[in-house]
Nanobody, 124 residues
Framework: QVHLVESGGGLVQAGGSLRLSCAAS????????MGWFRQAPGKEREFVAA????????YYADSVKGRFTVSEDNAKNTVFLQMNSLKPEDTAVYYC?????????????????WGQGTQVTVSS
């Protein structure tokens, strides 16, 4: 069992930056694949980024490549999502997720634990 808590969301102008954090408690953090998803009003929850257990393999949705960076601090049991050059279409609730599987997944079904989400709003 792992408990995830996101923070760092807020309101930012287009072109600005935000850094989301996801603090994990429970079992050893490095046992999990960690992912970020987002859900805009009226839309399905979509994959944003993920980092493998080793931290070596990182995956991004095409819509955020070159703008978002996922990283982790195993000592602090925290995963981060640095979001730069934000666009109004990035507005959504952002969720952190953890997977016990060995393979990194880009789908909701591939994750076992979810945080409560943090709102990101990008104004034009």
């Amino acid at each position: 069992q792992v408990h995830l808590v996101e923070s760092g969301g807020g309101l930012v102008q287009a072109g600005g930056s935000l850094r989301l954090s996801c603090a994990a408690s429970g079992r050893t953090f490095s046992n999990y694949v960690m992912g970020w998803f987002r859900q805009a009003p009226g839309k399905e929850r979509e994959f944003v980024a993920a980092i493998s257990r080793s931290g070596i393999s990182i995956y991004y949705a095409d819509s955020v490549k070159g703008r978002f960076t996922v990283s982790e601090d195993n000592a602090k049991n925290t995963v981060f999502l640095q979001m730069n050059s934000l666009k109004p279409e990035d507005t959504a609730v952002y969720y952190c997720a953890a997977s016990t599987r060995a393979v990194v997944s880009t789908t909701r079904a591939g994750y076992d634990y979810w945080g409560q989400g943090t709102q990101v709003t990008v104004s034009s």
